[in-house]
């Protein structure tokens, strides 16, 4: 894929370049618009990605003159541009879509593929699926070569499916795409355009379903009928290989960030010097404090969890001194007022002579010197989740009723399961071992053994502890629903039970797939911070915007009208504990889903994050796993009890 880059900045250029050749994309660079336009017009390019300020001609006016030529391949504008008018502005001079400046790598790298996969179903002259064919060029639906008649809407709603076959369509997003806002009808009419176009193309000839119900998400194109799989590469289970993603270029910015501990480690090296020398001045304290405060914080999420400890033990020891200076308050006086969120470590007066003692001198050198030694290792890293397309969930049922399991297999396909069935807890175990499933749902009475289905349940929490276990079973006494519970199953399922019931049950533990259309409001003073949050949740394709200046936070939560807020509780000038009370008083924003991260987690702290409307919390250092855990349930959980309340109005 042929790539043309206007950017006038060489460092973005260079670092562009670097991306996309690392992503197997062959890149032109131009430095100004004059010459976008040239190499534009002369050479074939699938992509252009386009600077809104570069010399000669801007990026808008570039655009507008390729649209008027009548140029139909993807325009990807870059802009530190970020108000509603500016971003109507580019799209409507031509782009097809845009990414504010700074950008994640990651998100940039997703939006490419988007356009890129957009341009390979546009340019198609025709839309197939079986014997179905879309003409867009004469704006023709027909089956069999016969013309079906369909209204506008039915014709986009068809379209968008088959240029998206392995995109999920909520209803909330199907309005998005096919009306605009002012006109927008309700979901059910979603619903209804659905049955409609179904019913048409059935009657047409169309003889197979040629979309697929996905629970709780939305709707599928199906796999068309009697497709070549010669030209398909695949698993040996059939099922469509993902293009591999090259990490290595985010990893090479991540990287980038980590470095950048060595300067901070580097600050504290420079107090120790003094400190050991008895001059050290209130400048290089306060820089001390400040960075060791923030190394705390942000280390662990980089792959060092035992420098983030080491740091947090040094602030807590230059807090000490402070407190022996203001008036010789008691240290955890100091530090409550610091983890209320009263006092910030960046801002606390500055004092006169050091006061630790030789003893605390000494601890101080070590833990400086562990810190140093800590960072030469390697970091601990981790793999971002690679989540499956097509989003099928792998479901090991442990029950012995053949015919409630044929039952359940023969509806799996519906739900996005595939079922795996295991009649007793031998073959259970044994299927458990060869592939690990993405849920279990279990039976606790098995006739013929003495064995009982807790045990089973004992061993897969103690081996997959973030496996969902759903026990369903004839038992409902109150010392079996506390075993389960105790033994950490995540649904208790009384039998009898309709198939439905058992699919939602499980569909509600499952894991959560990509959240799409879903976007993050990062609010933290310290940019290491928001960098690595940022690159934890836009692999899960969530839209991420992060804030380090806590005063502008209003103005961007109206631009960015966000999902859920994740905020930093210490902050200088406007704290975390301060935005949430605004949020919460807001009749607007009042329900936006708030968490908020922290060093502290004693009590008394937590309940004052509690009673000014946090939602959750999650401690500094920040790990992987919890930030995507919580943030995706969270989202999932505010959109649910959303449909529940529009499905009972």
Known sequence: MKILLVEDDVLLSTALFELLSANRYTIDIASNGQAGLELAISVEYELILLDWLIPKLDGISLCRQLRSQGYRKSILLLTGKNSNADIVAGLDAGADDYVIKPFNPEALLARIRSLLRRNEAISSSTLTWGNLCLDPSAGRVTCNEQEIPLTATEYKLLELFLQNPE??????????RLWGFDDAPTESAVTTHIKDLRK??????????????????????????NRSISVIEKNQDGKKKPAPKDMTSVNRVLERFRNSFAGQVGVLEQAKTALLAGNLNQELQQQALHEAHKLAGSMGSFGYPEGSRLARKIEHLLLEQEAGVRGNAPPQELRNEVEQGSQSPATLPLFENSSLSPDQISNFSQLVTALQQELTKPAVTSTAPNLPINQTYRLLVIDDDAMLTEQLQAEADLWGIRMKIAPNLTMARSLFSLKTPDAVLLDLSFPGTEEDGLVLLSEIVQRSPNIPVIVFTGRDTLVDRLKVSRLGARQFLHKPATTEQIFQAIARVLPQPKTSEAKVLIVDDDPVILAGLSALLTPWGLEVTTLSQ???FWKVLIATSPDLVVLDLEMPIVNGLELCQVVRQDAQWGDLPVLVVTAHTEAEFLQQAFAAGADDFISKPVLGPELVTRVLSRIQRTRWRSQAGRSKA
């Open 550 to 552: 806590s005063q502008q």
């Open 167 to 176: 995109r999920i369509f909520s209803r909330a997003v199907i309005l998005d």
């Open 200 to 225: 048409k193309l059935k009657t047409a000839g169309l003889a197979e379903e040629f979309l697929e119900t996905v629970y709780g998400m939305g709707y599928r194109l199906k796999p068309a009928p």
